[in-house]
């Protein structure tokens, strides 16, 4: 079954090592993706966020690579998963980074859009942290 699904990207001044490096490492998940949640912590080797929205979730990412993938996986409370494919790579001197919004059957066109929405205030948070030198 296919979805729509949404590429949002934004270009970033800084190297595409320091993006890599600074959005692989979970701890920051609140600070540049506050819609996520309000906390984070690491358990057992596991990183957990608490959203208002979504309840306790647990994020896992890809293994630290040296292609940009920054794909995850949020499993909710209910058990289901989703996948959030994320890439960065090279743009010129710097970086651009791609999260694609994919729509869960049964999304209304409203909800995708906030979705998608708050992926891109998201990465444009993202890009003032990291050219501001955080």
């Not at 358990?43 to 929205?53: L, P, T």
């Not at 979730?57 to 995850?72: E, I, M």
């Amino acid at each position: 079954m296919t979805t729509d699904t949404a590429h949002v990207a934004e270009r970033i001044d800084r190297p595409v090592n320091d993006v890599y490096a600074y959005v692989s490492n979970p701890a920051h998940l609140t600070t540049w993706a506050p819609g996520l949640g309000s906390s984070v912590e690491q358990v057992d080797g596991s990183w957990y966020v608490q959203s208002d929205v979504l309840g306790r979730v647990k994020v896992d990412f890809a293994p630290k690579n040296g292609f940009g993938v920054l794909d995850h996986v949020v499993t909710l409370e209910t058990g289901e998963q989703v996948l959030n494919p994320v890439r960065v790579v090279p743009y010129g001197e710097g970086s651009e980074i791609v999260f694609s919004v994919r729509r869960p059957p049964g999304t209304s066109d409203e909800a995708f859009a906030r979705d998608t929405g708050a992926v891109t205030a998201d990465l444009a948070r993202l890009k003032d942290i990291l050219e501001k030198g955080n």
